[in-house]
């Protein structure tokens, strides 16, 4: 399984959710990406 960059909508879709207060493995199925993934691309 390649690995498929986060789209600038993904992005701003976590920075929403986080506003919002959901958890990041709230988001992370919510983008239907793995939980490891959506941490490491919420450290920006």
């Given at each position: 399984m390649s690995y498929h960059h986060?789209?600038?909508?993904?992005?701003?879709s976590i920075l929403v959710y986080r506003t919002q207060g959901l958890n990041l493995s709230q988001i992370a199925k919510l983008l239907h990406r793995y939980l490891v993934l959506v941490v490491s691309e919420s450290d920006i």
């Open positions: 986060f789209t600038i909508e993904e992005r701003e």
